[in-house]
């Protein structure tokens, strides 16, 4: 896989990226062909079986940088290699879709899942991959739009996002005009968890495709109070919004993926719709591609956003939603 372009101009070094991953015989097959086995190689599993998170399991911080073990991970000695050897996807009890990395460190298996897996919950096990050719662990997570996505200015003019640039205004929900303190960039092969998500134009009330990676954010707005959620902001990633039709994962080719931070972690106007800008905060940070976390991280130092308000909602909560809300945008 490729790795994204350079953008520290400053010549720095991209510090190590930090995630949070399980010992593999802590997640098991609870019921299926291999009852009792912990998870494990490509060959050695059955897509169908039912996993558990085992009770208790605590996270262990693993710290990579240039394909290797780094400084401050809770185990492994540092240089040691760190190698995705499989993806898995797991489908969970409560409707919300995992994706897990099996990860070799040091010959001993770990597992990283790319979203929260709860303690008490079966996952089943619908698809199975070998790891794709030159994978980076750090670049798994990206938080963007793609080129050509049009941005609102705050005049009311759209703009291409890869034309922005510092101190550009853009017209955010909350604060009104905004200038833009950093925009990121990365290009990426448009597979697996790199692939974009394309939401059809007006499937949102979005004035054309709007493409974006799966974990970017979407904001929803529900006029009329859902019993069990908490707020009327709904604040969903791209991936729990498809469908398959009008919302969609679109496989292959390269993607240019442009990020924007401003001072605060803000909502701006993409095609026309509510979306979020990038959060700085170093859950965030340390999962985004080496070349744009260690030039935030420089521009940055410190700098720990709030999330905007909202309640987090994933495939189970958007089930739950009149089918005319599920589509909503932000007022």
């Given at each position: 896989m490729t790795a994204p372009q350079d953008r520290d101009q400053q010549g720095q070094t991209a510090p190590g990226q930090a995630c949070m991953v399980f010992p593999a015989d802590l997640i098991f097959v609870a019921h299926g062909v291999n009852a009792g086995e912990a998870l494990s190689l490509p060959d050695d599993i059955c897509p169908g079986d039912i996993y558990e998170l085992e009770h208790g399991a605590q996270p262990l911080r693993l710290v990579v940088a240039g394909g290797a073990v780094a400084e401050g991970s809770a185990f492994g000695a540092p240089g040691a290699t760190v190698e995705i050897v499989a993806r898995y996807t797991l489908m969970g009890d409560d409707g919300n879709r995992v994706e897990l990395l099996?990860?070799?460190?040091?010959?001993?298996?770990?597992?990283?899942?790319?979203?929260?897996?709860?303690?008490?919950?079966?996952?089943?096990?619908?698809?199975?991959?070998?790891?794709?050719e030159e994978t980076a662990l750090s670049d798994l997570l990206c938080v963007s739009f793609a080129r050509g996505t049009m941005i609102t200015m705050a005049d009311g003019a759209q703009r291409p996002i890869e034309t922005l640039a510092r101190g550009d205004r853009v017209l955010t929900r909350d604060h009104g005009p905004q200038p833009v303190l950093w925009?990121?960039?990365?290009?990426?092969?448009?597979?697996?968890?790199?692939?974009?998500?394309v939401i059809s134009a007006g499937a949102m009330g979005n004035a054309g495709d709007l493409i974006v990676s799966q974990q970017h954010r979407m904001f929803l707005y529900q006029r009329q109070r859902v019993a069990g959620i908490a707020t009327s902001e709904l604040l969903v990633q791209a991936r729990h919004l498809v469908d398959g039709e009008a919302v969609f994962i679109r496989e292959g080719g390269f993607v240019d993926y442009f990020s924007l931070v401003f001072d605060r972690h803000e909502i701006v106007y993409a095609e026309g719709i509510p979306a979020e800008s990038l959060m700085v905060s170093e859950a965030v940070i340390n999962r985004l591609p080496p070349e744009l976390s260690g030039e935030v991280k420089a521009r940055f130092p410190g700098l720990s956003q709030v999330q905007h308000f909202g309640t987090e909602a994933g495939r189970q909560v958007l089930d739950a939603l009149p089918p005319l809300n599920r589509r909503g945008g932000g007022r």
């Open positions: 099996a990860l070799r460190v040091a010959q001993e298996l770990f597992a990283l899942p790319l979203s929260p897996m709860g303690q008490g919950l079966g996952y089943q096990l619908l698809k199975v991959e070998e790891a794709p925009v990121g960039h990365a290009t990426l092969r448009g597979v697996g968890a790199f692939a974009p998500v």
